[in-house]
C-alpha cells in the first residue's frame, strides 16, 4: 500500500496535516444509538501494516458516503475527527476512532490489498464449529452459498418480531451448515443473494456465533461483517473447486438432504464431556433464576406423567403451534409464510435425574422421537394412554443430555429444554464404525452410511418431508412385526 503516507498509529487526536491509506475492511450496516434517536454506522479500516481503526458515520453522512466507502476497497483519507474512544468501548474498539463527515476528504485508489486483507482472517473449519457452540466466541467461515431458505417472521422471548433467514454453506468437503441472518442482513446480503443465488456466491463472514439451534448452525451477530464474491485469491479457488464440482454440488441442491438433519460430521464432533467432572450435577441448577445457559447432564429420563399429550401441530417453516390439520396449507400467523404446511411434531414432557436430584424437563422434535423411540405421525394417531410395550418411557442406562434453561414468562424459575440425547456407547461405535446410528422403534439400533447424513445426535429438525418419510418407513416395520 506504499510508505509515503501516515499509519493509523501515527495519527492522534491533534494532529494536522495527515493523509492515510487504507483498506475498507468490513463495513458494518447502520444501527440506531441505544440511548438516542441518531443513526451511525462503523467501519474498519486498516493501513499497509495491518493495524486498524472504527471509523463512523452519522445520520446522513451514512447515505451520502454509501458509495464513497466500499468494502474492499482502498482510499486515501483525511480531515477525520479524531477522538479517544467513550472508555466503556475501548475493549470492543479500540482506543481512537474517527468520525467521517463532509468535512472529510476522501479519494479512491485503483489497488487490490486483498491478499492483505485476507492474511487477517482466520477461518474456523466446518468441523471445528462444535467446538463453538453456544459461546461468545466469534468466528470466521468461507463457503459456497448453495441455497437460501424463504425469509421468515420470529417472536423473541420480549416480544419483539425479527426477521431472519437462513443460508446453506458448502465447504470443499462437502460439509454443509446453516447460517442464519437477522433483520437488517436479510434486507441487504440476503436480497442480493435471492437475485445471484444461481452463480453459486463464495461467502466470507466475520464475527459469527456458532449455536445449537436446528442441531447446529452458524448465526449472525450485530458486529457480523461479509464478503460476497470477494476480489480474493481464495474465493476464485473456491470458485474453480465448484466449477469442478457441480455435478456432485447441484445434486446436493436437487435432493437437498442438508435440510432434514445437522450433518453427522460436524455433530459427531461435538465436544461432548469425556469426564466425569465435566458434567453439572442437577442439583446445581435446581431453582435456577439465570437467563440462557446451557449444560451437559449425565443420567436418565423418563415420563412420570403418562396422561399427557406426545405432539402438537405444527408450522413446517417455524415449528410454531398450528390450529390447521395435518397437511392443510395455510399462512402461518407467526412466521408470516404463506404457504406453510401443518405437520405434526413431537414433544414430551419428563423427569431427568442423576445421583444428586431431579429437573422436569421438555424435548421436542427429534430429541422427543428418540428418547420415545416413536414419531410425531404415529404418535398424533395415539389414542390411549401409552404404556412401555407401545413407546418407550424410561431409560435403563445412562445417557448424555444436553440441556437448555431459559427463563418463564409468569414464573422466576428456568424452564428446561433438552437438545440433544447422546448415548455414550453410540460415541465409541461411531469413532469405531464412521457410522451415524438411526433410531428404530422396538428395535436394536441400526447403522446407514454416512451419505445419508444422518446425525449421531438426535436434536430437533424442520424438515416435514423428512418427519413423513420417517413415519411412513416406521408404520411399514410396525405393520410386519403385527403380521
Given at each position: 500500500?506504499?510508505?509515503?503516507?501516515?499509519?493509523?498509529?501515527?495519527?492522534?487526536?491533534?494532529?494536522?496535516?495527515?493523509?492515510?491509506?487504507?483498506?475498507?475492511?468490513?463495513?458494518?450496516?447502520?444501527?440506531?444509538?441505544?440511548?438516542?434517536?441518531?443513526?451511525?454506522?462503523?467501519?474498519?479500516?486498516?493501513?499497509?501494516?495491518?493495524?486498524?481503526?472504527?471509523?463512523?458515520?452519522?445520520?446522513?453522512?451514512?447515505?451520502?458516503?454509501?458509495?464513497?466507502?466500499?468494502?474492499?476497497?482502498?482510499?486515501?483519507?483525511?480531515?477525520?475527527?479524531?477522538?479517544?474512544?467513550?472508555?466503556?468501548?475501548?475493549?470492543?474498539?479500540?482506543?481512537?476512532?474517527?468520525?467521517?463527515?463532509?468535512?472529510?476528504?476522501?479519494?479512491?485508489?485503483?489497488?487490490?490489498?486483498?491478499?492483505?486483507?485476507?492474511?487477517?482472517?482466520?477461518?474456523?473449519?466446518?468441523?471445528?464449529?462444535?467446538?463453538?457452540?453456544?459461546?461468545?466466541?466469534?468466528i470466521?467461515?468461507?463457503?459456497?452459498?448453495?441455497?437460501?431458505?424463504?425469509?421468515?417472521?420470529?417472536?423473541?422471548?420480549?416480544?419483539?418480531?425479527?426477521?431472519?433467514?437462513?443460508?446453506?454453506?458448502?465447504?470443499?468437503?462437502?460439509?454443509?451448515?446453516?447460517?442464519?441472518?437477522?433483520?437488517?442482513?436479510?434486507?441487504?446480503?440476503?436480497?442480493?443473494?435471492?437475485?445471484?443465488?444461481?452463480?453459486?456466491?463464495?461467502?466470507?463472514g466475520?464475527?459469527?456465533?456458532v449455536?445449537?439451534?436446528?442441531?447446529?448452525?452458524?448465526?449472525?451477530?450485530?458486529d457480523?461483517?461479509?464478503?460476497?464474491?470477494?476480489?480474493?485469491?481464495?474465493?476464485?479457488?473456491?470458485?474453480?473447486?465448484?466449477?469442478?464440482?457441480?455435478?456432485i454440488?447441484?445434486?446436493m441442491?436437487?435432493?437437498?438432504?442438508?435440510?432434514?438433519?445437522?450433518?453427522?460430521?460436524?455433530?459427531?464432533?461435538?465436544?461432548?464431556?469425556?469426564?466425569?467432572?465435566?458434567?453439572?450435577?442437577?442439583?446445581?441448577?435446581?431453582?435456577?433464576?439465570?437467563?440462557?445457559?446451557?449444560?451437559?447432564?449425565?443420567?436418565?429420563?423418563?415420563?412420570?406423567?403418562?396422561?399427557q399429550?406426545?405432539?402438537?401441530?405444527?408450522?413446517?417453516?417455524?415449528?410454531?403451534?398450528?390450529?390447521?390439520?395435518?397437511?392443510?396449507?395455510?399462512?402461518?400467523?407467526?412466521?408470516?409464510?404463506?404457504?406453510?404446511?401443518?405437520?405434526?411434531?413431537?414433544?414430551?414432557?419428563?423427569?431427568?435425574?442423576?445421583?444428586?436430584?431431579?429437573?422436569?424437563?421438555?424435548?421436542?422434535?427429534?430429541?422427543?422421537?428418540?428418547?420415545?423411540?416413536?414419531?410425531?405421525?404415529i404418535?398424533?394417531?395415539?389414542?390411549?394412554?401409552?404404556?412401555?410395550?407401545?413407546?418407550?418411557?424410561?431409560?435403563?442406562?445412562?445417557?448424555i443430555?444436553?440441556?437448555?434453561?431459559?427463563?418463564?414468562?409468569?414464573?422466576?424459575?428456568?424452564?428446561?429444554?433438552?437438545?440433544?440425547?447422546?448415548?455414550?456407547?453410540?460415541?465409541?461405535?461411531?469413532?469405531?464404525?464412521?457410522?451415524?446410528?438411526?433410531?428404530?422403534?422396538?428395535?436394536?439400533?441400526?447403522?446407514?452410511?454416512p451419505?445419508?447424513?444422518?446425525?449421531?445426535?438426535?436434536?430437533?429438525?424442520?424438515?416435514a418431508?423428512?418427519?413423513?418419510?420417517?413415519?411412513?418407513?416406521?408404520?411399514?416395520?410396525?405393520?410386519?412385526?403385527?403380521?
Amino acid at each position: 500500500m506504499g510508505d509515503k503516507f501516515q499509519l493509523i498509529h501515527d495519527v492522534s487526536p491533534g494532529t494536522t496535516g495527515w493523509t492515510v491509506k487504507v483498506v475498507v475492511a468490513e463495513k458494518f450496516s447502520p444501527r440506531v444509538a441505544q440511548r438516542s434517536p441518531t443513526k451511525y454506522q462503523n467501519l474498519t479500516l486498516m493501513d499497509s501494516e495491518g493495524s486498524t481503526v472504527q471509523a463512523t458515520l452519522y445520520g446522513q453522512n451514512i447515505t451520502a458516503f454509501q458509495d464513497e466507502l466500499l468494502l474492499g476497497k482502498t482510499y486515501l483519507i483525511s480531515n477525520a475527527l479524531v477522538k479517544e474512544t467513550n472508555a466503556e468501548y475501548k475493549a470492543k474498539s479500540g482506543e481512537i476512532q474517527w468520525t467521517i463527515s463532509g468535512r472529510t476528504r476522501i479519494r479512491r485508489v485503483e489497488e487490490n490489498n486483498s491478499n492483505l486483507l485476507i492474511s487477517t482472517y482466520s477461518f474456523t473449519d466446518f468441523e471445528d464449529l462444535p467446538k463453538y457452540m453456544d459461546s461468545n466466541v466469534d468466528i470466521s467461515v468461507i463457503g459456497m452459498i448453495i441455497d437460501i431458505k424463504p425469509r421468515r417472521i420470529i417472536q423473541t422471548r420480549f416480544g419483539k418480531e425479527c426477521q431472519v433467514q437462513d443460508l446453506v454453506l458448502v465447504n470443499k468437503r462437502f460439509d454443509t451448515v446453516l447460517l442464519t441472518m437477522w433483520e437488517t442482513f436479510v434486507d441487504n446480503e440476503c436480497k442480493y443473494i435471492c437475485q445471484n443465488l444461481r452463480k453459486k456466491l463464495v461467502l466470507i463472514g466475520k464475527h459469527l456465533k456458532v449455536t445449537s439451534f436446528n442441531g447446529l448452525s452458524i448465526s449472525t451477530k450485530a458486529d457480523s461483517s461479509f464478503f460476497i464474491d470477494g476480489e480474493f485469491e481464495l474465493v476464485e479457488e473456491f470458485k474453480s473447486w465448484g466449477h469442478t464440482n457441480s455435478e456432485i454440488i447441484d445434486n446436493m441442491i436437487s435432493e437437498k438432504h442438508y435440510l432434514t438433519s445437522t450433518p453427522s460430521k460436524l455433530s459427531s464432533k461435538l465436544s461432548v464431556p469425556t469426564d466425569e467432572k465435566d458434567f453439572t450435577e442437577i442439583k446445581n441448577i435446581q431453582g435456577l433464576k439465570t437467563v440462557k445457559q446451557f449444560f451437559w447432564i449425565k443420567g436418565k429420563a423418563s415420563v412420570k406423567v403418562l396422561n399427557q399429550t406426545y405432539w402438537y401441530m405444527s408450522c413446517n417453516n417455524c415449528n410454531k403451534i398450528s390450529s390447521e390439520n395435518y397437511g392443510d396449507i395455510y399462512p402461518c400467523v407467526f412466521c408470516k409464510c404463506t404457504d406453510a404446511k401443518a405437520i405434526p411434531r413431537a414433544k414430551v414432557y419428563m423427569q431427568l435425574t442423576d445421583p444428586t436430584g431431579y429437573i422436569n424437563a421438555t424435548a421436542i422434535g427429534n430429541p422427543a422421537e428418540y428418547f420415545l423411540q416413536s414419531n410425531a405421525e404415529i404418535l398424533m394417531n395415539q389414542t390411549l394412554i401409552p404404556t412401555a410395550a407401545s413407546m418407550r418411557l424410561s431409560m435403563d442406562e445412562d445417557e448424555i443430555f444436553y440441556v437448555k434453561a431459559i427463563t418463564q414468562e409468569l414464573s422466576p424459575d428456568c424452564k428446561f429444554e433438552i437438545l440433544f440425547i447422546v448415548n455414550p456407547s453410540q460415541i465409541a461405535g461411531d469413532k469405531n464404525k464412521g457410522k451415524a446410528p438411526v433410531e428404530h422403534i422396538g428395535e436394536p439400533i441400526k447403522f446407514l452410511e454416512p451419505t445419508t447424513k444422518r446425525s449421531l445426535f438426535h436434536s430437533d429438525t424442520d424438515d416435514a418431508q423428512s418427519s413423513k418419510k420417517k413415519c411412513d418407513k416406521s408404520t411399514i416395520e410396525i405393520t410386519k412385526k403385527n403380521q
